[in-house]
């Protein structure tokens, strides 16, 4: 399998924010044909939450979050058609959570 994307995803992720795949908490790198895959722990993210980076026909990305349940993906979030300067600020939106909202869930709950 070549590995070239997914180390191209991961640089141009460093390049941007060489502190973001730390701060998601970002283990177990797979490279996939057209991407990476990675799994995540961030507030939101506690267990079991994994993102997926592929790069489309457009030459732009695709992200998705999903978890692993009893063998089934769920799908959490989706992004489509990002540039690679958009990397960490889609995903910083994806997988991290505004700490105001979630306050005001846990109150509403």
Known sequence: MNTE???????????LDKF?????????FVALQNGVQFKIRTPLYK???????TLNSMDTYDIEVFKIVKSEII???KSNDIYCDQLVEVLDSLIEEDEKNNCFILKVL
Do not use: D, P
């Open 5 to 15: 994307i997914a180390k191209t995803i991961l640089n141009q992720i460093r390049i």
């Open 20 to 28: 973001a795949l730390m701060a998601w908490g970002t283990s177990e």
């Open 47 to 53: 267990r079991g939450g994994r993102v997926k980076i």
């Open 75 to 77: 799908t959490l979030k």
